[in-house]
């Protein structure tokens, strides 16, 4: 017995000083994940937003991971939710522009996480044109949902909910996780509308920037030389942008939008957009440039009143895991579906490979595996969600899925991981809305390639270590042709990796 009581401690001297330790498995982690709809990382305090505070955004911040290079391979709402849910690109899953109906049937990784123990539940905007398969419980909004009494359907009704559409999805997430089966693991999506157009705030936030002047941003007069695709865009604040319904100057409230509102809702909104923004509408009589700052800031003081109610429902969230004392094992995911543009460029919107709608929020904490306030900077893709969230959930990771786990960047130094240095992008939808050609590219810690097709036919390339805010497209300048040589093989070979043939159809044809 003496001689085995001493042969255990010299196995556990041993393997103290090789710096391993015996460790009991993990026990599996719940997953929340929210996914807010075009709120652009500009809009957030934990990312140096001057523009707006957002506290409890922020608070997932303090207690994880933040990502700086968080990038969408198809900047589009419902092509974002597709790959968030196949790991795969838009090619591939199917799901390549708005308004057509996903393919359920195919993996799913929910699916694997049922099959794996799981309880699954997706709450809020689905916006995918067929009903969630891979769910144990699922309310979803209609289409897009609507920000005041909104329909949300489940597997057997369809029901009116009295209320505001972001309160309304935490009522419901929190509902189902009170009533949940407590004897599994959860992975619960919550898809928030907001802050999708027409940017309409809960009642207690209207008006909540109102003391506020908002700078312009440096691009907002941007002339678009030598960018072909940017000069025939629709989507600026100057010609596309509504007075009517996006800004609620003289706003109809006896149909549409305004139609399904309660009389003390409507009362509220006629009160503060009648009385307060038509009013200065009208008095100021501004035309030109101007009326155009004036509907910046218009924009600017509604968006960011809509992610006031946002923020405070993350809050409410994250309240509830503590106090039911689930935080210590539950994964927090923030993102959005991609970037939106908070007047660059003179724009709303996304689609565009540019930064501002390329990347997008990402934030995670995952006690006891992520460091308190760390930062990464490394290149990640909305298909890494999925495996990621696998391998967080001990499943194996299928090996048709195109992205990779970053739980690894999570669990050591980031710049001691072997990591991608490009990343590839596709967008398709053209020409309703907004106009944007269809385009593919390249982006680098340093650089971005982009190949528009079709009627906008053109290269763009910058620098984005001289160029961060890309007003200078430097394709076919004097001195670039080692670089684009270089970044089109890349271009080539991401194609290639992701099986995207028509990129490489349209790359050879030229």
């Not at 000083?17 to 015996?22: A, E, L, R, V």
């Not at 405070?312 to 039911?324: A, E, F, Q, V």
């Not at 984005?464 to 007003?471: E, F, G, S, T």
Request: charged share 25%; proline share 5%.
């Amino acid at each position: 017995m003496k001689t085995m009581k001493r042969l255990s401690w010299l196995l556990l001297a041993l393997i103290s000083q090789t710096g391993f330790s015996q460790q009991k498995p993990q026990k599996q982690p719940n997953i929340i994940f929210i996914l807010s709809d075009d709120h652009a990382y500009q809009a957030i305090s934990a990312y140096g937003s001057k523009l707006a505070q957002t506290p409890n955004i922020d608070r997932i911040a303090r207690q994880g991971v933040l990502f700086r290079n968080a990038l969408v391979t198809n900047s589009i709402c419902g092509p974002s939710r597709a790959t968030l849910l196949t790991g795969k690109y838009s090619h591939i899953n199917g799901y390549t522009l708005n308004e057509m109906k996903f393919n359920v049937g195919q993996q799913l990784f929910p699916k694997l996480l049922q099959q794996n123990g799981y309880q699954t539940a997706w709450i809020g905007k689905w916006h995918l044109g067929n009903l969630p398969e891979g769910f144990d419980f699922w309310r979803i909004l209609n289409h897009q949902g609507q920000y005041y009494n909104p329909e949300f359907i489940g597997p057997r009704d369809t029901t009116r909910a009295e209320g505001y559409v972001t309160n309304l999805i935490t009522q419901i997430s929190v509902d189902w996780l009170n009533h949940r089966d407590t004897s599994k693991p959860f992975f619960l999506v919550v898809g928030e509308k907001a802050t999708h157009r027409e940017w309409q705030p809960d009642i207690q936030d209207l008006g909540a920037y109102d003391d506020k002047t908002f700078p312009l941003p440096a691009t907002f007069r941007d002339n678009y030389k030598n960018r072909i695709a940017a000069q025939n865009q629709d989507m600026t604040i100057d010609k596309t942008m509504r007075l009517k319904e996006d800004l609620k100057v003289h706003a109809n409230y006896e149909k549409g939008i305004y139609g399904r509102f309660t009389p003390a809702q409507k009362e509220a909104f006629k009160a503060y957009y009648e009385g307060k923004v038509s009013k200065e509408f009208d008095e100021k009589k501004l035309t030109g440039d101007a009326l155009v700052e004036w509907k910046y800031q218009r924009y600017l003081k509604d968006y960011l009143s809509t992610a006031r109610s946002l923020d405070r429902n993350i809050g409410s969230l994250l309240d509830y895991l503590d106090k039911n004392g689930l935080a210590e094992n539950t994964v927090v995911i923030y993102a959005s579906d991609q970037g939106f543009y908070m007047g660059e460029h003179g724009w709303f919107d996304k689609r565009f490979m540019y930064e501002e709608s390329l990347r997008t929020p990402f934030i995670i904490k995952y006690p006891g595996v992520t460091k308190p306030g760390t930062t990464v900077n490394q290149l990640m893709l909305n298909i890494d969600w999925a495996p990621t969230i696998l391998q967080m959930a001990g499943v194996p990771v299928p090996s048709d899925i195109q992205g990779t786990s970053f739980l690894p960047l999570l669990e050591q130094n980031p710049n001691k991981v072997a990591w991608r240095k490009a990343a590839y992008y596709h967008y398709y939808e053209f020409p309703e809305p907004h106009h944007v050609y269809p385009h593919f590219g390249v982006r680098t810690e340093q650089y971005t390639l982009v190949r528009f097709y079709g009627a906008g036919d053109s290269w763009e390339l910058y620098d984005l270590k001289k160029d961060p805010q890309q007003v200078n497209n430097i394709y076919g300048n004097k001195g670039t042709e080692k670089i684009t040589a270089d970044l089109k093989a890349t271009l080539k070979k991401l194609i290639l990796q992701y099986n995207d043939q028509e990129a490489l159809k349209i790359l050879e044809s030229h």
